[in-house]
């Protein structure tokens, strides 16, 4: 079945340092999506970014994401980490047409200290 | 809009009872998930409706775990027999059901089970 991939379950950062959270997946689905949520402490988790084009940045919020399907990544990157940014980061892919589950990582994080 | 409601936030419950979870998704919206969110696992899927009907429960531990849509405006999840391993966030979600739309979560139920 599908499966998401994020290796890192905590990622600290010194602020203005850059941002790299790695997600990987598996799907069967060549049109697959795939989604950035973030998880605010006391908040609901909410959507991010999403793409399901290949090669194409995808920005939001100051962070931005390339879905590469040859190597089956969507990695987050942010040029410069604030202290607002510190959250759980869940990377998260849906197959498309006729396949409206969607699947999480394990989440990622993201502690930015000053 | 509201959002997501659920309850309650927190649940605490003894070995052997019975939690019964409940959501109000967003009016309009025609597809409901639940999660359950652990530090080890992540955002882990349980089960979805589409329109009131279940779609996938694939992620539900059969023996003990039941979800339910009786109308539109909201479903339960039931876990008979707590165990200490059902501690965890339970989240429902809701989202329009189209391809790669937003997932709108809740705040979530905190079970605890002692």
């Known amino acids: 079945g599908d499966s998401v991939t994020q290796k890192e379950g905590l990622v600290t950062l010194t602020e203005g340092l850059p941002v790299m959270l790695n997600c990987t997946y598996q799907?069967?689905?060549?049109?697959?999506?795939l989604f950035w949520y973030v998880h605010y402490l006391n908040e609901s988790p909410r959507l991010l970014l999403k793409?399901?084009?290949?090669?194409k940045r995808t920005e939001h919020q100051g962070f931005h994401a390339t879905l590469h399907k040859s190597s089956s990544s969507f990695h987050l990157q942010k040029s410069s980490a604030q202290l607002s940014d510190s959250a759980l980061y869940y990377c998260?892919?849906?197959?498309?047409?006729?396949?409206?589950?969607?699947?999480f990582g394990a989440g990622t994080r993201l502690k930015v200290i000053a | 809009n509201a959002g997501v409601i659920q309850t309650p936030r927190h649940k605490v419950t003894g070995k052997g009872q019975e939690a019964t979870l409940w959501c109000e998704p967003i009016?309009?919206?025609?597809?409901v998930f639940w999660y359950r969110q652990t530090i080890v696992q992540g955002l882990e899927f349980l089960t979805y409706?589409?329109?009131?009907?279940?779609?996938?429960d694939s992620g539900m531990p059969k023996e003990r775990f039941s979800a339910q849509m009786p109308n539109q405006s909201h479903s339960t999840l039931k876990i008979q027999s707590t165990q200490p391993q059902d501690s965890a966030v339970y989240l429902c979600?809701?989202?329009?059901?189209?391809?790669?739309?937003?997932?709108?979560f809740g705040k979530g139920t905190r079970l605890t089970v002692v």
């Open positions: 979600a809701s989202s329009l059901y189209r391809v790669a739309t937003e997932v709108f």
């Open positions: 799907t069967i689905y060549s049109n697959a999506f």
């Open positions: 793409s399901s084009t290949d090669n």
């Open positions: 998260a892919l849906s197959g498309g047409a006729g396949n409206y589950k969607y699947v």
């Open positions: 009016s309009g919206h025609s597809a």
């Open positions: 409706f589409r329109n009131q009907a279940p779609i996938d």
